[in-house]
């Protein structure tokens, strides 16, 4: 039997409360490589613009790149710390975006898939205790196929917290960038009130 054949027998005999379980599990499935996909662009993209920001600072421009997510925050007349400050904790909350949906995801993901085996083996053994007939043979495939669930639900937290963690990463390559540049403007704006 091929594997498609086999999903299609199992969706033929699943119940409607093991399908929501797996529909459940197919979503979050989606909105992990979603928003792996999605904020890996946009983070590799941002890391790109803060890199190249800080090199031009290292490099003598009085400045942070226009494209720098501090050049709202920064002048060169001067600059506060705090609004320094503000601005950097607005680039850490947008850095981190999205990442406390992939940390619910890898949570509860594998408390769903098991909700559904213990639901489905249930039902089996209340089939099973009407039926009267309780051999092997009628218990394993059924218990087997309660337990796509918990395989499921673990299937799909483990890219999710992998992804969670590869993008945590990012982020906070991306914040230690935007702290570099906030460093070297505090200490210009220093520079400048000494001189």
Not at 168 to 184: M, N
Request: proline share 2%.
């Amino acid at each position: 039997m091929s594997p498609f054949e086999l999903v299609i027998n199992f969706f033929a005999r699943s119940n409607f409360f093991t399908l929501v379980i797996m529909l459940w599990l197919s979503i979050y499935f989606i909105i992990t490589f979603g928003i792996l996909f999605s904020r890996h662009l946009y983070l590799t993209h941002w890391l790109s613009v803060e890199k190249n920001s800080l090199e031009s600072m290292l490099m003598g421009a009085k400045n942070v790149r226009d494209d720098s997510i501090l050049r709202k925050c920064s002048s060169v007349s001067g600059t506060s710390e705090k609004l320094l400050n503000v601005c950097k904790n607005v680039a850490e909350k947008n850095a981190t975006s999205a990442l406390w949906m992939l940390s619910i995801i890898a949570s509860t993901a594998p408390f769903i898939g098991l909700f559904g085996t213990v639901v489905s083996i249930l039902e089996t053994f209340s089939g099973l205790g009407q039926s009267g007939s309780a051999s092997l043979g009628v218990i394993a495939p059924a218990i087997s196929e309660a337990l796509v669930a918990t395989a499921a639900g673990i299937f799909v937290a483990i890219p999710a917290y992998s992804a969670n963690l590869f993008l945590r990463r990012k982020a906070y390559e991306v914040i230690v960038y935007v702290q570099r540049e906030v460093d070297i403007l505090l200490s210009s704006n220093e520079t400048k009130r000494d001189s």
